[in-house]
């Protein structure tokens, strides 16, 4: 009976009807979400944090990352050892672990599916190009000793720990079980078609339905080498509309939601059967400059910029459940990150430092963000701080493809944006996206690399974040990427300034534990119902 009525809520839910039941299944999970960007189920091929989200639970990685430490943890690996000279590591497998076709996981499963992302060229495979990883090589980079110990070569100098840190995400990390692919290819496609609807994991659960920008169908895997996940099933539905997740949230349809706007959540803050948890993720919000503007590529600008924006007030009153007040370039979750330098709203030292430049009446420039609230609202925010020290911005708003093609095309003056890499907590992924620039020229096209985009080119910072990559003992690399942050701080004037730190923010039922907030390491294994 249990089991029926279990199946009439789920098809009631799917239906958009009201459900059978006044509350969800005690052994399901049903997840509301947004899946416009879930376009394949393929790890090869994915994009976007939502397809992850999924694809964490049906496969597994060598690793993981600690949802609240951020540290490196054993997955299908039970341990590795990194070469002296940083060129390999090499993973031992934990015995007995299978996938959820009975298959058992094997080292050249392993080698297979690194080889497999590399060699299909889609759009996991530049990550590991970014590494120097070239598909024609791929059998040397990948290699299984026997079927418990699997070789990671590392092919240009390069932290390993970072390397870790990429192969823990679901995409390029995913391990898939290579006999089950090859007997579902298609004219060399190497499993391409059937990977579309189809799962090849061992992860906690196994894909049972996808159907494109409507639901998601996991049933828990009893192959599964950890302990039993207590949910049963998870259904993940496509509901794009903040309120309607916010209703169902309230009235117990669903359980967890992800993709709230912030007037839904403030209002579920103050419902007393419903968590909202916001955590911090990759990225920065930030006023940008193009120095190929002659008046921000005066030091002096830029440093007063500092001083123009209010960021007490901004984090306070408008970035509620998407930032939190960060100054830095490097994730406050990143080791050897330092705590913020301290700069707060200050008019008369803005106003000082503008007359130094030779612009003691300030001058008029032009303002660009995309339309979404929260960008917009800051903005305007900016703007009225700019005024006080006579700086006359015009705001020019649009959508993404306009205001980051402007910035891509290093066509802009001031612009208000998000970005700034850490999905890895490690200081790389932030300062390759930040501050790292290598070729300074336009034909160089270097859009990937935010300070590219702004014209910023700073030969000692890139040899300081060159060298600090490859520093093989942790104390000495520590210290290297400190060194880094007081250089930006006290030696030069970025022409990326951060004020906020990007949260990523959901809610869930009381009776709901075990939830992970932030998509990038979501897993359901551990989720319980207290009832």
């Known amino acids: 009976m249990k089991q029926l009525l279990a199946s009439a809520a789920l098809a009631a839910l799917l239906a958009g009807a009201t459900p059978v039941l006044a509350e969800t299944p005690e052994d399901q999970l049903i997840v509301a979400f947004n899946m ?29 990352l600690d949802p609240e430490t951020h540290e490196l943890m054993p997955r299908l690996a039970e341990s590795w050892e990194i070469a002296p000279d940083n060129a390999s590591v090499k993973f031992t497998l934990r015995e007995g672990a299978t996938f959820a076709s009975g298959n058992p996981v094997t080292a050249e499963d392993v080698a297979y ?31 299984a000793e026997d079927p418990r110990t699997f070789v990671l070569n590392i092919p240009q100098p390069d932290d390993p720990r970072l390397l870790m840190m990429l192969l823990a995400e679901a995409g ?22 059937w990977l579309l609807n189809n799962s090849a994991g061992s992860g906690a659960y196994a894909l049972n339905q996808w159907r494109a920008n409507e639901f998601v169908i996991l049933t828990r895997n ?43 959540l403030k209002a579920l803050e103050a419902n007393p059967e419903i968590t909202v948890e916001s955590v911090p993720s990759a990225g920065f919000y930030y006023l940008a400059v193009s120095m190929k503007d002659e008046r921000y590529a ?27 007040k960060r100054q830095r370039g490097i994730n406050s979750f990143v080791f050897a990150a330092m705590p913020d330098p301290g700069y707060a709203l200050d008019v008369e030292k803005a106003k000082s430092l503008l007359a130094e430049a030779g612009f003691p009446d300030g001058f008029e420039t032009t303002l660009r963000v995309i339309s979404t609230q929260e960008f917009l609202d800051s903005a305007t925010a900016i703007q009225g701080t700019l005024a006080q020290a006579g700086i006359k911005a015009e705001i020019i708003t649009g959508d993404g493809g306009q205001i980051y093609g402007a910035m ?34 336009d034909e160089a096209q270097l859009t990937n690399f935010q300070n590219w985009r702004t014209s910023f080119y700073d030969e000692k910072l890139n040899g300081m974040i060159e060298a600090a990559l490859i520093q093989s003992d942790y104390d000495t690399q520590v210290k290297a990427y400190e060194d880094i942050q007081n250089y930006l701080e006290n030696d030069t004037v970025m022409s990326i300034l951060p004020f906020s730190e990007r949260v990523v923010t959901a809610a869930f039922r009381n009776d709901v534990e075990g939830v992970v907030v932030d998509p990038w390491v979501n897993r359901f294994e551990d989720v319980v119902k207290t009832r």
Not at 36 to 58: F, S
Not at 114 to 135: H, I, N, V, W
Not at 229 to 243: A, D, G, K, N, W
Not at 412 to 441: C, I, K, T, W
């Open 113 to 143: 599916s690194f080889r497999r992302a590399l060699t299909l060229g889609q759009a996991q495979a530049s990550k590991l190009a970014s590494r120097g990883y070239d598909p024609a090589q791929a059998d040397s980079y990948f290699v």
């Open 36 to 64: 416009n960007n879930v376009l394949t189920l393929d790890p090869a091929a994915i994009t976007g944090g939502e397809t992850v989200q999924i694809l964490n639970n049906v496969y597994d990685a060598l690793v993981e």
């Open 222 to 264: 009893d192959a599964f080498w950890g302990d039993a996940p207590t949910m049963t099933r998870v259904l993940m539905r496509h509901l794009p509309e903040s309120q309607t997740q916010r209703l169902g949230i309230e009235q117990g349809d669903f359980d967890v939601a992800f993709s709230l706007a912030a007037p839904d």
């Open 172 to 193: 390029y990390g995913s391990i898939l079980d290579s006999k089950l692919v090859q007997e579902n290819e298609t004219d060399g496609d190497m499993g391409q078609a």
């Open 298 to 324: 005066n030091p002096k600008v830029r440093e007063a910029l500092r001083y123009l924006i209010d960021y007490d007030g901004i984090n306070n009153a408008i970035m509620p459940y998407f930032g939190v």
């Open 408 to 441: 891509r095309e290093r066509s802009f003056e001031l612009l208000v944006g998000r970005g700034g890499g850490g999905q890895q907590p490690h200081p790389d992924s932030n300062l390759r996206a930040m501050a790292y620039n290598p070729d300074n020229a």
